[in-house]
Nanobody
Framework: QVQPVESGGGLVQAGESLRLTCTAS????????MGWFRQVTGKEREGISC????????FYVDSVEGRFTASRDNANKTVDLQMNSLKPEDTAMYYC??????????????????WGQGTSVTVSS
């Protein structure tokens, strides 16, 4: 598998917005639900959104519901994450990967191993 490439992170103040983009290979992207994950140093990676392969539906965890919006462009094999009303607790490295939504939890697809470098988001108070 080719690693996805995440971009768009940065340093912002609380309340501001950022838009992240992930570009993936066909083998990673086509026909698969795609999600965004984030990780704070020293903590486990957390799934925060999972968009179905059609793009018609996205599942979010409670902590980002109503503030973050994920979307995908199947023609260009990209998935975006629009992050509004950012909070200091959103500070993390953000990654994309194929995903599975199980009840209220979002996990990476079991066969996915090729995590990208991620993009860093820092929100100051």
């Amino acid at each position: 598998q080719v690693q996805p490439v995440e971009s768009g992170g940065g340093l912002v103040q609380a309340g501001e917005s950022l838009r992240l983009t992930c570009t993936a290979s066909s083998s990673t992207f086509d026909g698969r639900a795609m999600g965004w994950f984030r990780q704070v140093t020293g903590k486990e990676r957390e799934g925060i959104s999972c968009t179905t392969s059609s793009g018609r539906r996205t599942f979010y965890v409670d902590s980002v519901e109503g503030r973050f919006t994920a979307s995908r462009d199947n023609a260009n094999k990209t998935v975006d994450l629009q992050m509004n009303s950012l909070k200091p607790e959103d500070t993390a490295m953000y990654y994309c990967a194929p995903c599975v939504s199980v009840a209220t939890i979002i996990v990476p697809a079991s066969d996915f191993r090729s995590w990208g470098q991620g993009t860093s988001v820092t929100v100051s108070s």
